[in-house]
């Protein structure tokens, strides 16, 4: 779900966009991106152009449609998806059984970089809202591609994964104390031990 402080010039909201800016006049059916795509993407910010290059050679794309899950929360996987074009929801089952939105995704946007990093079950499912392409990132492409490639830029891709996981710790603990604040404004302040 990364959106780094990274200035994206290239937004596309649409499949078909990134088409017509890829200059593909049909829709194949895996579009590979270039390094310079790669490079206005905050994940992949910092990166020598030899890896963008060798990433972007490497890193499959998929197109997903509408309403398909792309993730599904409790799965084991190891693989991060970053979002090129279109948009997905992110949601988790709530107490009731009812799904609970808890995000949106845009391009340049990135989820499921946790199952990378910790190898735990999905801590929720993502869908798309709309027909979306994303680029893949499994454990895999990570050791060998960037770990055992470069460690610097190994560590900036990390860098950058730790940077956005910062943020939505921020992000969540303000949520957080503002519906604290609003609970104890309604039922009075929580005593003290």
């Given at each position: 779900?990364?959106?780094?402080?990274?200035?994206?010039?290239?937004?596309?909201?649409?499949?078909?966009?990134?088409?017509?800016?890829?200059?593909?006049?049909?829709?194949?059916?895996?579009?590979?991106?270039?390094?310079d795509?790669?490079?206005?993407?905050?994940?992949?910010?910092?990166?020598?152009?030899?890896?963008?290059?060798?990433?972007?050679?490497?890193?499959?794309?998929?197109?997903?449609?509408?309403?398909?899950?792309?993730?599904?929360?409790?799965?084991?996987?190891?693989?991060?998806?970053?979002?090129?074009?279109?948009?997905?929801?992110?949601?988790?089952?709530?107490e009731?059984?009812?799904?609970?939105?808890?995000?949106?995704?845009?391009?340049?946007?990135?989820?499921?970089?946790?199952s990378?990093?910790?190898?735990?079950?999905?801590?929720?499912?993502?869908?798309?809202?709309?027909?979306?392409?994303?680029?893949?990132?499994?454990?895999?492409?990570?050791?060998?591609?960037?770990?055992?490639?470069?460690?610097?830029?190994?560590?900036?891709?990390?860098?950058?994964?730790?940077?956005?996981?910062?943020?939505?710790?921020?992000?969540?603990?303000?949520?957080?104390?503002?519906?604290?604040?609003?609970?104890?404004?309604?039922?009075?302040?929580?005593?003290?031990?």
């Amino acid at each position: 779900m990364g959106r780094s402080t990274a200035i994206y010039p290239i937004r596309f909201h649409d499949v078909n966009e990134w088409f017509a800016y890829a200059g593909v006049m049909s829709r194949p059916p895996t579009p590979k991106l270039t390094s310079d795509h790669l490079a206005d993407i905050g994940l992949f910010g910092g990166l020598s152009k030899e890896t963008l290059e060798t990433l972007a050679s490497s890193l499959p794309t998929s197109r997903i449609e509408a309403g398909s899950l792309v993730v599904e929360e409790g799965d084991l996987s190891t693989q991060m998806f970053v979002v090129v074009a279109g948009e997905l929801e992110v949601i988790k089952k709530g107490e009731s059984g009812g799904d609970v939105r808890v995000a949106v995704l845009g391009p340049g946007d990135w989820f499921g970089e946790m199952s990378i990093i910790d190898v735990q079950p999905r801590s929720a499912s993502v869908r798309a809202v709309a027909p979306t392409l994303v680029l893949s990132v499994t454990a895999d492409h990570v050791e060998n591609l960037l770990y055992r490639r470069d460690v610097k830029d190994y560590a900036l891709f990390i860098m950058n994964i730790a940077r956005e996981l910062s943020r939505r710790l921020r992000v969540a603990d303000g949520i957080l104390a503002h519906f604290y604040a609003a609970l104890s404004h309604q039922y009075g302040p929580t005593p003290r031990r």
